[in-house]
């Protein structure tokens, strides 16, 4: 599908520039509602209801408004809930048996940017088929439906506590975590309000951190995004487990005591080992094109099957539903658990991790002692949009170079950026300075190639 405002993860950008300013959003929610109700209508005889959510950036209340008189308009009723995950929309969504969820975020980006994307009635990321609905009805007119059939809107006032016995109710109830000091970092984002009491509540010591969002200060300097910080925290309060957030939540790193920090590929490991021990395990993972080699190879020998999406948490949970497998994600730390909930949930995912972990007294270390992680170079290099890197008889020759000098010691992978003009070249090698050697030249030739400075 050739998109014109849908990137990988919904519609991101610069807020205050297309495609997000206010009248263009208000047009979204418009025309999602319009998408709705011509199946919901049709098919209940109501309004459709969408619930509305947001992480903590300064821009949310600019955008929530927006997205409300667009659903209005359309004869949609909205249900605010205020900051909140990622994934605790998702659930609220399913939980109030709504028609869909949006979430007002720009994820693991700085606070100027922000975004929306969507989930369906059954909590899961909208498929492109609807997405393309979505973005054929923005070239209408905008028509208000009469004052009759308009839109209402309510709060959900108890849509965190909701979402906190949710997370809650994934951990055994014959466990606790009574005895461990946890170092859990918010990024000043949507779980600030939500994790630390997660943990708490299941007995666990928590030293909260990245909890004090004042709508600018969203994934500055903490969070997944900056692990350092979490392994700093870890050796300050002398705490046993680190567990970094994204700035909806959706992400995950840990830390062990020794300021050690562990990726989604290393923590999807443990979790696949401790479902494979608990015979749960329904066939094999789904990675991404990203997954780390070693990762894979640490699978196999414990003879479990990867798969490789698109990057892309819903291109990973479709292939997970298409092969009926429960566990999948991606390195930067999206982890699907599809027994446990039908997206990515970073506080799910480490409640998994740490089952893996008492169940067997092991640290993050011994449960991650068979991971041998390559090295990997990721380079972006700047080109114009609509450029076609597959057609370059240089890039071309240049990607088949490097594909040839790292044989099956390595991988290349060249990967358009689905919300900037980038071309991402990822090498991999067992030796770092190999993967620097060759990502460096291949970046070279391809800024050359496109006539763009690296």
Not at 32 to 53: C, K, N, W
Not at 130 to 140: F, G
Not at 246 to 275: E, F, H, P, S, W
Not at 342 to 355: H, K, S
Request: net charge negative; proline share 4%.
């Amino acid at each position: 599908m050739q998109r014109k405002y849908f990137g990988t993860d919904g519609i991101r950008g610069r807020v205050g520039e297309p495609p997000i300013t206010p009248d263009l959003v208000m047009k979204l929610g418009w025309a999602v509602g319009r998408t709705l109700a011509s199946a919901e209508t049709a098919r209940r005889g109501d309004h459709p209801g969408v619930l509305i959510g947001k992480d903590t950036r300064i821009s949310g209340y600019l955008l929530e408004a927006a997205l409300e008189a667009g659903l209005s308009a359309a004869g949609v009723d909205v249900h605010l809930c205020g900051p909140l995950p990622t994934p605790g929309i998702a659930y609220l969504t399913r939980a109030l048996r709504l028609s869909a969820g949006i979430v007002i975020s720009a994820s693991h980006n700085p606070f100027e940017d922000n975004g929306i994307k969507f989930f369906s009635s059954a909590g899961a990321k909208l498929p492109d088929n609807v997405e393309a609905a979505i973005e054929r009805c923005m070239d209408a007119p905008l028509a208000c439906v009469a004052s009759a059939d308009l839109g209402k809107a309510w709060r959900v006032d108890d849509a965190a506590g909701r979402y906190v016995e949710f997370c809650k109710s994934t951990f055994p109830s014959e466990l606790d975590l009574h005895g461990w000091r946890i170092v859990v970092d918010c990024a000043h984002g949507a779980a600030y309000h939500v994790a630390p009491h997660v943990f708490h509540e299941l007995g666990a010591e928590v030293i909260s951190v990245g909890a004090e969002p004042d709508g600018l200060n969203i994934n500055a300097g903490t969070g997944a995004t900056h692990p350092q910080f979490l392994a700093e925290q870890m050796r300050a309060h002398g705490a046993d487990l680190g567990i970094a957030l994204d700035g909806d939540g959706d992400r995950l790193v840990m830390a062990d005591r020794d300021g050690r920090t562990y990726d989604g590929d290393q923590l999807l490991y443990v979790i696949a080992c401790d479902y494979q021990r608990r015979r749960v395990a329904n066939g094999g993972v789904v990675g991404t094109l990203m997954s780390n080699l070693g990762f894979e190879q640490a699978l196999a020998r414990r003879d479990i099957p990867l798969s490789r999406a698109k990057v892309g948490d819903r291109y990973v949970l479709e292939q997970m539903q298409a092969q009926g497998w429960l566990l999948g994600g991606e390195n930067s730390g999206h982890i699907i658990c599809l027994d446990k909930h039908t997206t990515g949930d970073a506080i799910v995912a480490a409640l998994a991790v740490l089952r893996a972990l008492i169940e067997q007294k092991q640290t993050l270390a011994q449960a991650t002692a068979a991971v041998t992680m390559f090295p990997q170079r990721l380079i972006n290099v700047p080109v114009h949009r609509g450029w076609d890197w597959h057609a370059n008889a240089t890039v071309q020759h240049a990607e088949r170079a490097a594909v040839a000098t790292l044989g099956d010691a390595g991988r290349v992978l060249l990967r358009p950026s689905g919300t900037e003009p980038v071309l991402r070249v990822m090498v991999e090698a067992r030796d770092a300075h190999l993967a620097d050697r060759e990502a460096q030249s291949l970046a070279e030739t391809i800024a050359k190639a496109a006539g763009t400075p690296l």
